[in-house]
């Protein structure tokens, strides 16, 4: 899928074709993004499905084999420096030092960059006034989290790239680090966020940048994609026998089924005006339907049908 | 940004090392702890040749002596009385002894207060008048005034090197491979703060720890043995100051790759065990076979604890410590070189 580029938008991020491979293994494959001003992207995938790896080239951690990366008009091979200062990171499971105080680890990151915010203003900012005398030992999971988006957010960045930032965290805390990234989304900040969890991406995202074995298969907003790949709405069935194979040879919308729990899915865009004909064709083929029920698609129901694989057994 | 980075994170050092109980207590107990067992309990060497040091006499031949002392219990040595009073200062004699030139006898220097000088001077008196009986022989005795013939005063010093030594290897080492198992360093370097800002901050770290290593160990040496620095304090502070630097290169170095603690420590143990045995700072390496003895000079916690006998043992001063001073610096910009090329991130 080729990048749409931004038209009257100012583009902080440019990727254009980016691969990397490990050994055989090609961990990216050929993406292409772009990252407007205030906007927040998720990369949404299952584990393994190169969401990190990607993520790490945006850093500057790890280089790509082919491809063409730009971060505000810089790029690391000649302006590493450039791109650090203006770039905030949280990666995925960093421990930092759990004997400094919130104060002292906010203090010390703040020291790596010309100009930062005030430390009180930043304490502040991010709802960690209370704490800021406890160590980072003595914090919960949400409270450890919001300490390192303080770090990557403390020299005020243009770009924040939030590796999976609520990875293990129990549901309190992970909305908690939710207002937190609306937030800074808010004032204005650029960010780029992985996660698996497809509320996280639904709620958080202007845009979703689907991944699956290093290749984006699907980009744009909720509604783009949904539009795009026709799963607005699916019809689900529960039949008897050969029953299925005579619906799909009588209606021609009925294809690509999806196995699920109870039946089959059929993406559609228009699920709801199918659902009297295919209640009449069974009625017309001597019964044998055992339910159909028209519902929203989902996230989840937009990465079956494009992948082929239910998230939550990646997951 | 590049001054105030490496203040913050040379401050997080020794912040690191007060906060953690073990560091405190592995850092500071551990050389006391060798100091009292090893100057109470074993005080002198049991049960080795007795080191005997024959003064070359202008006038008269040693060939008799050097005959009479050709019993397998006596590790003979000739050289001139200077070059023996050093020698002996360091611990690495026991007797000197001189043919007189005017009498029919021998002329002996010992402390008087080592039992094992006493010991060695005795039996000495006993071979010569066994082996040389041709009529009464008249032993002169001279006490050799040098306090650092105590053992105590050989084995501050070591321990000084081996404390600087440890800390360095266990400490600095290992927390690189944990800041690299736990993504720390990654964390560091997707921040402006420049590589080499880290690897200096672990040196200087070092160094501001170093100075309370060293008013532990010489303090205690002080108030429970009663032991002084012959030379300068400043230059055995200085020369500290240039072990830890190069220990501190060396443990960067041996973290530089591997992101496994266990690994580490297995490593580091197999490195590292064998030379604090082989660099004298227990026993004196005048002990170990002569081409053991001139290679261990190669290594960086010999070169040290060598370096830092000379001063508080000899009086030497720092700048007149050329090879120990060479071994140290070299190890130093090697290490440095060294890991600023291999140095993994991730």
């Known amino acids: ?315 | 940004m590049i001054v105030k980075s490496l203040m913050e994170m040379t401050k997080g050092r020794v912040r690191e090392f007060f906060r953690e109980p073990s560091a405190c207590i592995f850092v500071l107990t551990m050389p006391l702890l060798w100091m009292l067992i090893l100057g109470f309990c074993v005080n002198e060497p049991q049960e080795r040749a007795l080191h005997i040091g024959v003064i070359q006499n202008e006038i008269k031949a040693t060939t008799n002596l050097l005959k009479a002392l050709s019993d397998p219990r006596f590790v003979v040595k000739e050289a001139s009385y200077q070059d023996h009073l050093a020698a002996y200062a360091k611990g690495d004699l026991d007797v000197l002894i001189k043919d007189s030139n005017d009498a029919k006898g021998f002329e002996l220097f010992y402390d008087a207060n080592r039992a094992q000088a006493v010991d060695a001077a005795k039996y000495l008196r006993l071979v010569i008048t066994s082996s040389l009986s041709s009529g009464q022989i008249i032993f002169a005795s001279h006490q050799v005034t040098s306090q650092k013939a105590r053992y105590i005063d050989f084995l501050v010093p070591g321990l000084l090197g081996l404390s600087l030594f440890t800390t360095s290897i266990y400490g600095t080492g290992m927390t690189i491979v944990v800041n690299r198992r736990e993504n720390l360093l990654k964390r560091y370097r997707v921040t402006p703060m420049r590589p080499w800002v880290y690897i200096l901050s672990h040196i200087l770290g070092r160094l501001l720890l170093m100075a309370l290593e060293f008013v532990c160990i010489l303090g205690a040496g002080k108030l429970l043995f009663g032991f002084s620095s012959v030379g300068s304090l400043w230059d055995v502070y200085f020369f500290s100051l240039l072990a830890s630097a190069s220990f501190a290169a060396l443990a960067i170095l041996c973290g530089a790759r591997l992101a496994n603690a266990a690994t580490y420590n297995g490593a580091v143990n197999l490195l590292c065990v064998p030379m604090m045995l082989v660099s004298g700072v227990w026993f004196s390496k005048a002990h170990l076979p002569l081409w053991l003895a001139s290679l261990t000079d190669f290594l960086p916690l010999s070169a040290a604890t060598t370096g830092l006998r000379k001063i508080a043992v000899e009086g030497v001063a720092f700048f007149s410590l050329g090879s120990e001073i060479l071994v140290l610096g070299c190890y130093l910009v090697v290490a440095m070189a060294l890991s600023a090329k291999i140095f993994r991130w991730s």
């Open chain 1, 1 to 315: 899928m080729s990048a749409a580029p931004l038209i009257n938008e100012d583009v902080v991020l440019r990727a254009s074709k980016l691969t990397k491979y490990f050994g055989t293994l090609k961990a990216v494959n050929e993406v292409c993004l772009t990252l407007a001003r205030g906007e927040c992207l998720a990369i949404l995938g299952p584990n393994g499905a190169g969401k990190t790896t990607l993520c790490e080239i945006f850093e500057g951690l790890v280089s790509q084999d082919s491809g063409d990366l730009e971060i505000l008009s810089y790029r690391y091979q000649d302006s590493r420096a450039n791109i650090l200062e203006k770039i905030g990171v949280t990666l995925q499971e960093t421990a930092l030092y759990k004997r400094y105080t919130v104060e002292e680890t906010l203090t010390l990151f703040a020291s790596f960059y010309p100009s930062s915010l005030p430390i009180l203003q930043l304490l502040q900012d991010l709802d960690l006034l209370e704490i800021k005398d406890r160590r980072l030992g003595q914090l919960s999971g949400g409270q450890k989290q919001r300490v390192c988006l303080a770090s990557a957010f403390g020299h005020n960045p243009d770009i924040l790239f939030l590796d999976e930032p609520t990875n293990g965290l129990d549901p309190k805390a992970r909305r908690e680090i939710w207002a937190l990234v609306s937030r800074l989304k808010a004032m204005g900040k650029s960010i780029i966020l992985t996660t698996h969890f497809m509320e996280e991406a639904e709620r958080l995202a202007d845009r979703i940048a689907i991944l699956d074995q290093g290749k984006i298969v699907g980009l744009g907003s909720l509604d783009e994609l949904f539009t795009t790949f026709g799963v607005k709405e699916y019809l689900e069935v529960g039949v008897e026998g050969g029953l299925l194979e005579l619906l799909k040879k009588r209606h021609g919308f009925l294809v690509d089924e999806v196995k699920t729990a109870r039946g089959y899915s059929f993406f559609l865009q228009d699920a709801s005006q199918r659902v009297q004909e295919v209640v009449q064709t069974c009625s017309e083929l001597g019964g044998g339907l055992r339910f159909i029920s028209v519902k929203q698609a989902s996230l989840e129901d937009l990465f079956l049908k494009l992948t082929g694989r239910s998230f939550a057994n990646d997951c």
